[in-house]
T-cell receptor, first 115, second 113 residues
Framework: DQQVKQNSPSLSVQEGRISILNCDYT??????FLWYKKYPAEGPTFLIS?????DKNEDGRFTVFLNKSAKHLSLHIVPSQPGDSAVYFC??????????????FGKGTLLTVNP | KAGVTQTPRYLIKTRGQQVTLSCSPI?????VSWYQQTPGQGLQFLFE???????NKGNFPGRFSGRQFSNSRSEMNVSTLELGDSALYLC????????????FGQGTRLTVV
């Protein structure tokens, strides 16, 4: 049972354009969402997060949007750069303020930014 | 400041054997989590340790176990290895277990033949 789904295994965009990566979840108990970036032969690196009490969080070129009613979040990268080429994982956790330290990940989306 | 260190980086084992992987967290971090990454299932949570106590466990069989030492270093053990255990095993450390400040190591690539 995949509680966090990234339905696009890959995405290709041109340098300078917007990259939009999507993520859907099924567990209504999730209250905190995160995006990780992973290069080959490295561990995932935290990128940006959003609490369920917000609908948008921005950090430089990266913005995450959360639509709780649709159980959907997206990561926007503007403008996209070749160095952004990596696998992006969406992750979620429930009871983030309490005692649950488990992250549930999607399967990832490979982003390729072409020069 | 040194990052999360996982050893060994690569490992090849035979079915039926057992294996122990090691994770040294960032200095001062007391929480260590373990994840398994496979092409088919993505990243899946194995367990989390804090101050030598397991606080949370994922849906893996009892062949997967772990422990944490007083210096916060952690080991995970897989007994009676199966072909399906071939994966990248990732360790993440954080101060108290907060997911936003978790830092991942490079992982141990385990191949079972």
């Amino acid at each position: 049972d995949q509680q966090v789904k990234q339905n696009s295994p890959s995405l290709s965009v041109q340098e300078g354009r917007i990259s939009i990566l999507n993520c859907d979840y099924t567990n209504s108990m999730f209250d905190y969402f995160l995006w990780y970036k992973k290069y080959p032969a490295e561990g995932p690196t935290f990128l940006i997060s959003i609490s369920s009490i917000k609908d948008k969080n921005e950090d430089g070129r990266f913005t995450v949007f959360l639509n709780k009613s649709a159980k959907h979040l997206s990561l926007h990268i503007v403008p996209s750069q070749p160095g952004d080429s990596a696998v992006y994982f969406c992750a979620a956790t429930e009871n983030s303020g309490g005692s649950n330290y488990k992250l549930t990940f999607g399967k990832g989306t490979l982003l390729t930014v072409n020069p | 400041k040194a990052g999360v260190t996982q050893t060994p980086r690569y490992l090849i084992k035979t079915r039926g054997q057992q294996v122990t992987l090691s994770c040294s967290p960032i200095s001062g971090h007391r929480s260590v989590s373990w994840y398994q990454q496979t092409p088919g299932q993505g990243l899946q949570f194995l367990f989390e340790y804090f101050s030598e106590t397991q606080r949370n466990k994922g849906n893996f069989p009892g062949r997967f176990s772990g422990r944490q030492f007083s210096n916060s270093r952690s080991e995970m053990n897989v007994s009676t290895l199966e072909l399906g255990d071939s994966a990248l095993y990732l360790c993440a450390s954080s101060l108290y277990g907060g997911v936003t400040e978790a830092f991942f190591g490079q992982g141990t690539r385990l191949t079972v033949v």
